[in-house]
């Protein structure tokens, strides 16, 4: 530790911080205006990160449109000041962190953090450790999804550690990525459903990538008979060039005959339209999200036993949870993440969970930077590149399947 460090410490000296933030419009998101102002001292139990980076891609946009709806409240996780807070929000993103300052005596400067941030240069806020990294609290955080509020510590085995090209794909691509590996540990669990087959939708995605990445080895050894993808037309070239698919269709192609009854259907796109026409070669459906906007989504036509599902992970004691995921077993479900996080510690252990979760993510990173599939697209040397870098993140087409949006204001 510095002298200047240990100073700190001794004599508790309070220091202020300069913040510049990029907020967004709230009529009109993809519109950002630089704000600066300055971090008051640190109070006790608070700590002081700097926003090494963020990734920003299609989440973000649902960060936005959702931004006051209840329960999500994404724009209440950072709130401005009251007199910006009606024209003006920060959309958060998930990112990394340093710790720089620290009136908590469980941190130390220099230790980094995996969590939600937004498109800023320092944080701050109340910490309380736990076995993961930590959790923010005091303040609106107290009445805002607690997701938000959890950390996680990066350490050296992990993706995000580090610089340069792999840690910042990493960084735009591990909530996605990781999500992917949950849903494969839930489908080895469960042998796929009795399936032999398995077909993800938005192809192109982080999430469908990285799954069908993960599951090469059952693909090779003829545990899968084949894995496929639906994707839009206009990305069909990228994902059939990743050799990750056995065949790619387009969303209007129907799924061949040949392809059999047995597949187990991961829906990303969320379309529920796919899903009906090829429902009598399925044997089980997961709905993830929606990427396609503007479709009936598939979340809509669940079932009464699968909203039971969905419903007892989120409130139920553990044990009926657990009771219900075993005795329901509807067609079409959804995949909650949570559930798959409880039955991976129960059944591993916490550090065992983190290592094989930081050894295939790591592999799946190594695999997308050594083969070129995705390239970083950083902006990070002035204002204005990082708001151009954004807006594009909100209009169309614009970010391409074979990129990736990374930004950082740490040093602006």
Same mark, same amino acid.
């Given at each position: 530790?510095?002298?200047?460090?240990?100073?700190?410490?001794?004599?508790?000296?309070?220091?202020?911080?300069?913040?510049?933030?990029?907020?967004?419009?709230?009529?009109?998101?993809?519109?950002?205006?630089?704000?600066?102002?300055?971090?008051?001292?640190?109070?006790?139990?608070?700590?002081?990160?700097?926003?090494?980076?963020?990734?920003?891609?299609?989440?973000?946009?649902?960060?936005?449109?959702?931004?006051?709806?209840?329960?999500?409240?994404?724009?209440?996780?950072?709130?401005?000041?009251?007199?910006?807070?009606?024209?003006?929000?920060?959309?958060?993103?998930?990112?990394?962190?340093?710790?720089?300052?620290?009136?908590?005596?469980?941190?130390?400067?220099?230790?980094?953090?995996?969590?939600?941030?937004?498109?800023?240069?320092?944080?701050?806020?109340?910490?309380?450790?736990?076995?993961?990294?930590?959790?923010?609290?005091?303040?609106?955080?107290?009445?805002?999804?607690?997701?938000?509020?959890?950390?996680?510590?990066?350490?050296?085995?992990?993706?995000?550690? %580090?610089?340069?090209? !792999?840690?910042?794909? @990493?960084? &735009?691509?591990?909530? *996605? #990525?990781?999500?992917?590996?949950?849903?494969?540990?839930?489908?080895?669990?469960?042998?796929?459903?009795?399936?032999?087959?398995?077909?993800?939708?938005?192809?192109?995605?982080?999430?469908?990538?990285?799954?069908?990445?993960?599951?090469?080895?059952?693909?090779?050894?003829?545990?899968?008979?084949?894995?496929?993808?639906?994707?839009?037309?206009?990305?069909?070239?990228?994902?059939?060039?990743?050799?990750?698919?056995?065949?790619?269709?387009?969303?209007?192609?129907?799924?061949?005959?040949?392809?059999?009854?047995?597949?187990?259907?991961?829906?990303?796109?969320?379309?529920?339209?796919?899903?009906?026409?090829?429902?009598?070669?399925?044997?089980?459906?997961?709905?993830? %999200?929606?990427?396609? !906007?503007?479709?009936? @989504?598939? &979340?809509?036509?669940? *079932? #009464?036993?699968?909203?039971?599902?969905?419903?007892?992970?989120?409130?139920?004691?553990?044990?009926?949870?657990?009771?219900?995921?075993?005795?329901?077993?509807?067609?079409?479900?959804?995949?909650?993440?949570?559930?798959?996080?409880?039955?991976?510690?129960?059944?591993?252990?916490?550090?065992?969970?983190?290592?094989?979760?930081?050894?295939?993510?790591?592999?799946?990173?190594?695999?997308?930077?050594?083969?070129?599939?995705?390239?970083?697209?950083?902006?990070?040397?002035?204002?204005?590149?990082?708001?151009?870098?954004?807006?594009?993140?909100?209009?169309?087409?614009?970010?391409?399947?074979?990129?990736?949006?990374?930004?950082?204001?740490?040093?602006?």
């Amino acid at each position: 530790m510095s002298a200047f460090h240990i100073l700190l410490k001794i004599n508790k000296v309070k220091m202020s911080q300069e913040r510049v933030m990029l907020v967004s419009l709230r009529a009109s998101p993809e519109e950002t205006q630089v704000i600066r102002d300055e971090l008051p001292p640190l109070e006790p139990e608070e700590i002081r990160l700097k926003v090494d980076k963020v990734g920003v891609s299609a989440n973000n946009r649902f960060y936005a449109q959702a931004g006051d709806q209840p329960f999500l409240k994404f724009y209440s996780v950072y709130p401005l000041s009251l007199k910006e807070h009606d024209i003006f929000a920060n959309v958060p993103a998930w990112g990394s962190g340093t710790v720089v300052e620290s009136r908590n005596d469980s941190f130390k400067v220099g230790e980094q953090f995996w969590g939600f941030y937004h498109m800023t240069n320092y944080v701050q806020m109340k910490a309380r450790r736990n076995d993961d990294g930590f959790k923010a609290y005091g303040g609106l955080r107290d009445k805002i999804n607690q997701a938000y509020n959890n950390f996680s510590e990066i350490v050296e085995s992990s993706p995000l550690h %580090g610089e340069g090209e !792999p840690s910042d794909f @990493a960084t &735009a691509a591990f909530p *996605g #990525a990781m999500s992917g590996f949950l849903l494969t540990q839930l489908l080895l669990e469960k042998d796929f459903y009795g399936g032999d087959g398995l077909i993800l939708t938005s192809a192109s995605s982080k999430f469908s990538v990285a799954t069908a990445f993960l599951v090469q080895d059952q693909r090779k050894d003829g545990r899968l008979r084949h894995v496929i993808g639906f994707t839009s037309a206009k990305n069909k070239d990228f994902v059939q060039e990743t050799g990750l698919y056995d065949l790619v269709l387009s969303y209007e192609d129907n799924l061949p005959e040949d392809k059999g009854n047995n597949n187990c259907f991961i829906d990303v796109a969320g379309n529920i339209a796919i899903y009906k026409k090829n429902k009598d070669q399925l044997c089980k459906g997961l709905v993830i %999200g929606q990427t396609q !906007p503007g479709t009936k @989504a598939s &979340a809509s036509s669940l *079932g #009464a036993s699968a909203v039971l599902k969905i419903v007892s992970g989120m409130l139920a004691p553990k044990s009926i949870a657990k009771f219900l995921d075993a005795r329901l077993n509807p067609k079409l479900e959804m995949f909650f993440a949570p559930t798959v996080i409880t039955m991976l510690r129960d059944k591993w252990g916490r550090e065992k969970m983190t290592y094989i979760g930081n050894r295939d993510m790591c592999s799946f990173v190594d695999a997308v930077v050594k083969n070129g599939w995705i390239k970083v697209n950083r902006a990070d040397e002035s204002l204005e590149e990082v708001q151009t870098a954004f807006k594009r993140v909100f209009i169309g087409d614009e970010i391409l399947p074979c990129e990736t949006v990374v930004l950082s204001l740490s040093n602006l």
